[in-house]
């Protein structure tokens, strides 16, 4: 398929919430394959270090895993899996997997997205819950992070607070939000201006809006099924959801790389 968009450089992104349950890995392994979908060729890091989910997601049994690549076990190759079109790799099955010092865990991941960098147009860090190690980890190697809000206090202030703690370390991180669980697209839009609101009045910090998922049974479905969105049967109307956060990616991805080589000439 043609690509729409050239691009020039690989473009790394997390996506993240500080919350669990708020549907960061359906949105990671929806967007990952509507992007390869749309032409590219899209790797899916999945950073959660014991319970790692995109593979479950994508119906794909996973054994060579970068935890067991620290212990020798395998070669970086074999951590590439190829599903639904897209390349997944996964941090480690088991919590007891993980049983290395962060900084281990960290240097074995540099190392695995540099390498897919060399043959993918993206790569998709998927991570787990909280503000620990592996997300800020996450946030670091990426240009950009998908925040997944969702319409309740305890999400909206566990964003906010991993917000605020990105921005003392970085004042110029870049963060773009995504809504999930809207009932529709309005109330997504109120559920974005007001996240951006409190942002705004206590941060001095915007977000950018990526779009919304409606709550629906199909993407309980999906995931009952383990097949992405695009795999489903019958009419879909969340697959132009998926497409309107896609094209947000791609163009946001186009305009840094025009950013970066204004700064670089
Ligand atoms: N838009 C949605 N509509 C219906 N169910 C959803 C939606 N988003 C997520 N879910 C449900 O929530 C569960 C948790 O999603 P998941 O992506 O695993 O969250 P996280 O990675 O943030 O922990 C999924 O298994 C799915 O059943
Ligand atoms: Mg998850």
């Given at each position: ?63 060579a895993t970068v935890s067991t690549w620290i212990e020798g076990k395998c070669g970086i190759e074999d951590l590439l899996y190829y599903t639904s079109g897209i390349t997944l790799v996964t941090g480690a ?173």
């Open positions: 398929m043609k690509q729409s968009i050239e691009l020039e450089q690989p473009f790394v992104f997390t996506v993240i919430s500080g919350k669990g349950g708020v549907g960061k890995s359906m949105t990671s392994v929806n967007t990952a394959t509507m992007l390869s979908k749309l032409g590219y060729k899209v790797a899916l890091l999945d950073a959660d270090l014991g319970l790692a989910n995109c593979a479950t997601l994508l119906n794909e049994p996973v054994s099955n088991e919590p007891g997997e993980n049983k290395f010092k962060p900084d281990l865990f960290m240097d074995a991941l540099d190392q695995v997205t540099l390498y897919l960098k060399q043959d993918h147009d993206f790569v998709i860090i998927d991570t787990p819950a909280g503000a620990g190690e592996m997300s800020l980890w996450a946030l670091d190697i990426s240009q950009v992070g998908i925040l997944v809000l969702v319409d309740e206090p305890t999400a909206i202030s566990d964003v906010y607070r991993l917000c605020k703690y990105v921005f003392n370390i970085d004042p110029e991180y870049h963060f773009a939000s995504i809504v999930n669980y809207a009932e529709s697209e309005e109330t997504a839009q109120s559920t974005y201006q007001r996240f951006n609101t409190i942002l705004n009045y206590f941060l001095n910090k915007q977000t950018q809006y990526f779009g919304f998922i409606p709550a629906s049974d199909l993407v309980r479905q999906s995931v009952q099924r383990q097949k992405p969105l695009l795999q489903m049967e019958g009419p879909n109307s969340i697959l132009k959801e998926f497409e309107f956060i896609a094209e947000n990616v791609l163009a946001y991805a186009k305009n840094r790389e025009k950013t970066l080589l204004k700064t670089v000439h």
